[in-house]
């Protein structure tokens, strides 16, 4: 299921060279500067998701409980790199390890692209889990449902944290499991595997709006969360390094 994102949008002047690839259920918007040739980058960015999906399939195959369950399971140092991140995401929130998967895609897309092109600045969105990588102050809209806050707010990141992630969970939109009812639950982390799963983790325990202030000071408790947001209906709160910011159409 598409869901709008506002970040796509956003026109950015020429700071950034943007494309959207998709594969699958695989969904990225990147930016980048300065650009890069465009049929070199799509086939570069189509052949690196094309791998790690081959790593996740082959790891799968004769154990289908990494895809089912919603509980964290033992690490594997011999599992493919991707699967070890989503296994040790996991455990840091007590999730399932799918509940990393687009943020560990997103993280792992970006390091590589990092590696073949060394960009200065780069941003990959992979169904709304961000991978960034910055060198000035960009503003991340969230998309929250039908919350009247959707699309009026975003997070103001700033640089210094780099590379670091930006993840949202939702109880109300998206394909995504969640036990929650939260409209938006997005969370930053300097690993973007645990922003993803530390998202949905806290997502689940939003059930109404009289949960929106213990979850958000729960956040506080974790040492490797850099900021919290939750959104449901029209409150909203927010904790940690960086600002929400008012966005005028």
């Known amino acids: 299921m598409y869901e709008p994102r506002l970040y796509r949008e956003i026109p950015q002047n020429d700071r950034f060279f943007r494309v959207e690839i998709s594969y699958l259920e695989t969904d990225l918007w990147i930016a980048c500067a300065p650009a890069i040739s465009e049929h070199r980058f799509q086939k570069f960015v189509v052949n690196t998701i094309i791998s790690l999906r081959n790593d996740i399939d082959e790891y799968t195959r004769n154990r289908r409980v990494f895809m089912d369950s919603f509980s964290a399971l033992a690490l594997d140092s011999d599992a493919p790199l991707i699967v070890q991140k989503m296994l040790n995401a996991a455990i840091q929130a ?36 961000i991978y960034i990588d910055i060198n000035e102050p960009v503003l991340i809209g969230i998309y929250a449902g039908d919350s009247p806050l959707s699309n009026k707010i975003a997070l103001k990141v700033t640089p210094e944290y780099s590379p670091f992630g930006i993840c949202t969970s939702s109880g109300t939109i998206g394909h995504s499991q969640s036990f929650g009812k939260a409209d938006a639950v997005t969370i930053a982390c300097k690993d973007t595997a645990e922003a993803d799963a530390y998202a949905t983790a806290f997502g689940n325990k939003v059930q109404s709006v009289n949960d929106i202030d213990s979850v958000i000071a729960e956040t506080r408790s974790v040492r490797s969360i850099l900021s919290a947001l939750v959104i449901v209906d029209d409150k909203i709160a927010v904790q940690g390094k960086f600002d929400i910011q008012i966005i005028e159409h």
Request: aromatic share 6%.
């Open 94 to 129: 007590n999730v399932g390890p799918m509940a990393a998967v687009a943020g560990s895609f997103a993280e792992e897309i970006g390091k590589r692209i990092k590696t073949e092109f060394s960009p200065n600045e780069l941003i990959v969105e992979n169904g709304g889990d």
